[in-house]
């Protein structure tokens, strides 16, 4: 089973540069967006249902922001859209939908943004989040997947000396997942993968894309339960369309 989660960064934008060849090419069993920025009525979607996807959309109150959306080829038997506190589900991050063997989670977490205005904000959401997810591996093991707008480690950006108090990589926001491997959950790609160089995201400017100077900030979180289905896990930094790359992960 083949799980892709991909910050679309728009996905209107995004249908003109790619996306919709990715999809059609690589169809995924699950498909998980974020940063979606539209309502479905406002793509055209026809041809993913003919593709034989069953669609969740999540949507913030503000128009043209944020947003989740899961594609899937088997529809779930539940889901749901937020975590269930008004405070953090009216931007639209979060959706969990339930299949035979598993929660699977996609998040976009917020950005601390610059000056890190709103990384006490973040922390709250991290806290949150967390203690929602774990409640669910409580009951079935838990996939979850997306922007999680942090480089855990040194190792997951290009120069971390120089980014130590900005907004994806403070001491803060690392701890955050910290906590999360410390609540059972493995980070995938790292089974697979432990040396530089590898990341999801780079900024449009000064060619960082064409020099990978870049961060690791797409993951796929599985339960530490779990960790003996996954089969892969990857970046796929080949296929562009955003300023993120999708992440993919296999299970058996």
Same mark, same amino acid.
């Given at each position: 089973?083949?799980?892709? /989660?991909?910050?679309?960064?728009?996905?209107?934008?995004?249908?003109?540069?790619?996306? #919709?060849?990715?999809?059609?090419?690589?169809?995924?069993?699950?498909?998980?967006?974020?940063?979606?920025?539209?309502?479905?009525?406002?793509?055209?979607?026809?041809? $993913?249902?003919?593709?034989?996807?069953?669609?969740?959309?999540?949507?913030?109150?503000?128009?043209?922001?944020?947003? *989740?959306?899961?594609?899937?080829?088997?529809?779930?038997?539940?889901?749901?859209?937020?975590? @269930?506190?008004?405070? =953090?589900? #009216?931007? @639209?991050?979060?959706?969990?939908?339930?299949?035979? &063997?598993? =929660?699977?989670?996609?998040?976009?977490?917020?950005?601390?943004?610059?000056?890190?205005?709103?990384?006490?904000? #973040?922390?709250?959401?991290?806290?949150?989040?967390?203690?929602?997810?774990?409640?669910? +591996?409580?009951?079935?093991?838990?996939?979850?997947?997306? &922007?999680? +707008?942090?480089?855990?480690?040194?190792?997951?950006?290009?120069?971390?000396?120089?980014?130590?108090?900005? $907004?994806?990589? *403070?001491?803060?926001? #690392?701890?955050?997942?910290?906590?999360?491997? &410390?609540?059972?959950?493995?980070?995938?790609?790292?089974?697979?993968?432990? @040396?530089?160089?590898?990341? /999801?995201?780079?900024?449009?400017?000064? &060619? $960082?894309?064409?020099?990978?100077?870049?961060?690791?900030?797409?993951?796929?979180?599985?339960?530490?339960?779990?960790?003996?289905?996954?089969? @892969? $896990?990857?970046?796929?930094?080949?296929?562009?369309? /955003?300023?993120?790359?999708?992440?993919?992960? *296999?299970? /058996?």
């Amino acid at each position: 089973m083949k799980l892709i /989660s991909w910050n679309v960064n728009g996905i209107r934008a995004a249908m003109d540069k790619g996306f #919709r060849d990715f999809v059609e090419t690589d169809q995924p069993d699950v498909l998980c967006l974020q940063e979606t920025k539209a309502e479905p009525s406002q793509v055209d979607l026809s041809w $993913a249902d003919r593709l034989g996807y069953h669609q969740v959309w999540n949507c913030a109150d503000k128009k043209g922001y944020s947003g *989740t959306s899961i594609w899937s080829k088997v529809a779930p038997k539940k889901e749901v859209l937020g975590i @269930g506190i008004d405070e =953090h589900d #009216r931007e @639209g991050r979060v959706i969990a939908a339930t299949f035979d &063997d598993f =929660h699977l989670v996609t998040v976009y977490t917020p950005n601390s943004q610059r000056e890190l205005t709103r990384l006490d904000y #973040r922390l709250q959401w991290d806290a949150a989040f967390l203690a929602y997810v774990k409640k669910l +591996n409580r009951r079935k093991p838990v996939i979850f997947c997306g &922007d999680v +707008n942090c480089a855990h480690k040194e190792i997951d950006l290009a120069n971390p000396k120089s980014n130590r108090r900005n $907004a994806g990589f *403070t001491a803060e926001e #690392r701890a955050g997942l910290d906590k999360v491997v &410390d609540a059972g959950f493995v980070d995938s790609f790292r089974q697979f993968e432990a @040396g530089p160089g590898n990341y /999801s995201w780079w900024t449009y400017r000064s &060619d $960082a894309r064409q020099r990978n100077i870049g961060w690791r900030l797409d993951y796929f979180w599985v339960a530490e339960k779990f960790r003996d289905r996954i089969a @892969g $896990a990857r970046i796929r930094s080949d296929i562009f369309g /955003s300023d993120h790359c999708p992440v993919e992960l *296999t299970i /058996s």
